[in-house]
């Protein structure tokens, strides 16, 4: 490593003598530069302390240390940053890429010089190591001592700790280190490879934070493993890298939104189904719609909106089994004006790729579409596609956090869950889910005289009481049609329905 290269570079800012800088209290927190994951740390960074970044190569531990610098650099604060590992010039060139303007960032760059490398790398051989390191040790204070930066990143301590054979060593004389930076006003942010556990367990001890970056081949994912004097969000938090930086999607936490709403009925706007169901739906109640393919689960869902567009309130419906256009034709087809609701913002339909969205990144979808504008109901068609997103992962703890926060936010919901059969034993849901459901509507074939028709029943409802018959479910050109009870069928629920005349006879 070379140990001669101790300027800034030519076109650095100036010097925080040169320039009015800002005073941090102790009790203000800074914004890491990513507002999600100042949520998940409780509010963002307690100033003048040592934060930890670990992770594998690739993780994002550079991305999240150009987010803090930036963020400094718009509070009008003096940010350093101490490059052990990379180029200034390719660090730059990535933060480019990333939207992260750098300009006003200071540099001190400490990589391994690109010019004469095999000169380079005889001259290094010949110095000790404990002279490489104390040198640039003795390089990074005067540094820091002339710019008296409000922020320090330092990528990476690993490079360091390599230097450093003895193990007490390291950790006394990097504690007091870091430390000569907090008592001079820094907030300082290092970075580690988690892969090597033996070199940075004395950096785990020694500061005050630690952020876990883990990087697998079909996700990404932060946690918090340590944070003193603060609270903060638990659990592992789905992130991206793309050309925005670093974008984080906390986990979500059915607790996050407990809102006072009046618990009223809702219709359906057809009279039969209202009289199954006693008078409608209950806001801020989970629903499940479940049956085979094709008996006009989501149709029904749709009819509850049309009706909640009538009394000027909104729906989103989140599909991600079939395409957007092929909805709406089949709406419209049987009398149900989606386009206009849709027009008159009283709709909103989203198509989901579930491949390409991790289930954190759909909550926090959700979550800040209810927050832009006010919703009533919110469906998702169907659990099916939903569970495509679990990359492996259990569906259920996922899906009743996601469903408990839209009901304390005093939401409906509706869940379209298909079932394999056609006909034969009867069973709610085929996952395990039907326990958080305040409602199960169960929409079946029936075969009767040589004909196959659709009935709809009510299987369960915790606010009020249901209508036990079933009632024959049509949907025409005109609409959706509700029969009267089927009092002369039994065998409905085990797929073989007998006509009681006959089998009287």
């Not at 010089?113 to 010949?126: G, K, L």
């Not at 190591?129 to 540094?143: A, L, P």
């Not at 005050?208 to 697998?216: A, F, P, Y």
């Not at 036990?468 to 039994?490: A, C, F, H, M, Q």
């Amino acid at each position: 490593m070379a140990i001669d290269k101790t300027s800034v570079a030519q076109d650095a800012p100036p010097a925080a003598t040169e320039v009015q800088t800002r005073e941090v209290a102790l009790d203000e927190r800074l914004s890491i530069g990513i507002p999600e994951l100042d949520e998940v740390l409780g509010g963002g960074l307690l100033p003048r302390r040592i934060y930890l970044i670990r992770g594998n190569p690739g993780s994002g531990k550079t991305t999240l240390g150009l987010h803090f610098l930036t963020e400094g650099i718009k509070k009008d604060e003096v940010a350093l940053f101490i490059s052990i590992g990379e180029f200034e010039a390719q660090i730059r060139k990535d933060a480019a890429s990333q939207g992260l303007d750098l300009s006003s960032v200071h540099f001190l760059d400490m990589s391994m010089s690109t010019e004469f490398p095999d000169e380079v790398e005889q001259y290094n051989a010949t110095i000790p190591d404990d002279t490489q390191r104390e040198t640039i040790i003795y390089t990074i204070i005067q540094q820091v001592k002339r710019l008296l930066p409000q922020r320090i990143f330092l990528d990476s301590m690993s490079q360091l700790r390599r230097l450093t054979p003895n193990a007490f060593q390291y950790r006394r004389q990097i504690l007091a280190f870091l430390q000569s930076f907090v008592a001079q006003g820094s907030t300082i942010l290092v970075t580690s490879e988690s892969l090597d556990t033996a070199i940075d367990e004395d950096l785990q001890a020694i500061c005050d934070s630690i952020i876990n970056l883990n990087c697998t081949i079909d996700k990404q994912t932060l946690n918090i493993s340590k944070y003193r004097g603060s609270g903060f969000r638990r659990g592992d938090h789905s992130i991206r890298l793309s050309e925005k930086g670093m974008q984080v999607f906390p986990h979500l936490l059915p607790e996050m939104s407990i809102q006072d709403y009046m618990i009223e009925t809702f219709s359906s706007g057809i009279p039969e189904l209202d009289e199954l169901l006693h008078g409608g739906l209950e806001r801020g109640t989970v629903s499940i719609l479940t049956g085979p393919s094709g008996v006009g689960k989501t149709t029904m869902g749709i009819q509850f909106m049309k009706e909640a567009a009538a009394r000027g309130e909104r729906s989103l419906v989140y599909i991600f089994d079939e395409a957007e256009e092929t909805l709406l034709h089949r709406c419209e087809a049987i009398n149900i004006p989606v386009r206009t609701m849709m027009k008159q913002g009283k709709l909103l339909v989203s198509r989901i790729e579930p491949l390409h969205f991790t289930p954190d990144e759909f909550a926090y979808m959700v979550r800040k579409e209810i927050e832009r504008e006010q919703t009533s109901i919110v469906m998702f068609d169907s659990i099916s596609g939903y569970r495509l997103s679990m990359s492996g992962e259990d569906m259920v703890p996922h899906l009743h956090a996601l469903c408990k926060y839209l009901q304390n936010s005093g939401l409906t919901v509706l869940l379209i869950n298909d079932v394999e059969s056609i006909t034969g034993g009867f069973r709610a849901t085929e996952i395990g889910i039907s326990y958080m459901a305040d409602n199960i509507i169960f929409l079946r074939y029936l075969e009767t005289q040589g004909e196959i028709q659709r009935a709809v029943g009510v299987l369960k409802k915790r606010m009020t009481d249901f209508e036990r018959t079933l009632r024959k479910w049509e949907i025409t050109r005109y609409g959706i049609k509700v029969g009267s009870p089927l009092t002369n069928l039994r065998g409905i629920l085990t797929g073989i329905p007998e006509l009681l005349e006959d089998h009287d006879r």
